[in-house]
């Protein structure tokens, strides 16, 4: 099972939004809508922020969104704020009770 | 409200097996599943498999079968990972977490595999 592949970094200053892709194939993101995103800060255990490609659980700000297209998921910040400085992973159910995490992007505010 | 608390770090040598908990609490253990979620140093997280707690069925990452057990004890509300002949590239944290979802995480366990 080869990881979901994400870019490595991305930024954006105070304020403006990014966006984060995570790409699979139609045997994981493409097939299923069971794609979620995590936040990690540095130290601390990773804290869902999307699930089920769009939806937030209740606490996480309305600043966060997911999207999907095809095999590639997107998770869009708007509004960035220092705090969301962080990594963000991407996870996917891929079939036959398997699950896969992407590659990880690391998000500077600048 | 919901809570994973894993037990402790651990140091192994080569070729030794080491088990961690995940005690649960907060939401009733059978109706959810558990996942086994490993991060080596500056790596990404990576998948290991998950356990029904209801009825025990598990399902393992390819990359681990044959090398990881994941079990449970309804009675105390705990999932347990072993993982045998540990070698250096097993250094890493170990996470549990809830869900298809992976709502909550555990604070995750350093195993450390060292000579």
């Known amino acids: 099972q080869s990881a979901l592949t994400q870019p490595p970094s991305a930024s954006g200053s105070p304020g403006q939004s990014v966006t984060i892709s995570c790409t699979g194939t139609?045997?994981?993101?493409?097939?299923?809508?069971?794609v979620s995103w995590y936040q990690q800060h540095p130290g601390k255990a990773p804290k869902l922020m999307i699930y089920?490609?769009?939806k937030r659980p209740s606490g996480v700000p309305d600043r966060f969104s997911g999207s999907k297209s095809d095999n590639t998921a997107s998770l869009t910040v708007s509004g960035l704020q220092a705090e969301d400085e962080a990594d963000y992973y991407c996870?996917?159910?891929?079939?036959?009770?398997?699950?896969?995490f992407g590659t990880g992007t690391k998000v500077t505010v600048l | 409200q919901v809570q994973l608390v894993q037990s402790g770090a651990e140091v192994r040598k080569p070729g030794a097996s080491v088990k961690v908990s995940c005690k649960a609490s907060?939401?009733?253990?059978?109706?959810?599943?558990m996942h086994w979620v490993r991060q080596a140093p500056g790596q990404r997280l990576e998948w290991m498999g998950w356990?029904?707690?209801?009825?025990?069925?598990?399902k393992y990452s390819r990359k681990f079968q044959g090398r990881v057990t994941i079990t449970r004890d309804t009675s105390a509300s705990t999932a347990y990972m072993e993982l045998s002949s540990l070698r250096s590239a097993d250094t890493a944290v170990y996470y549990c977490?809830?869900?298809?979802?992976?709502?909550?995480w555990g604070q995750g366990t350093l195993v450390t595999v060292s000579s």
């Open positions: 977490a809830r869900g298809f979802d992976y709502d909550d």
């Open positions: 356990i029904n707690a209801g009825n025990g069925n598990t």
């Open positions: 089920e490609v769009t």
């Open positions: 996870s996917s159910y891929a079939g036959s009770n398997n699950f896969v």
């Open positions: 139609s045997s994981d993101v493409g097939g299923f809508n069971y």
């Open positions: 907060g939401y009733t253990f059978t109706s959810y599943s």
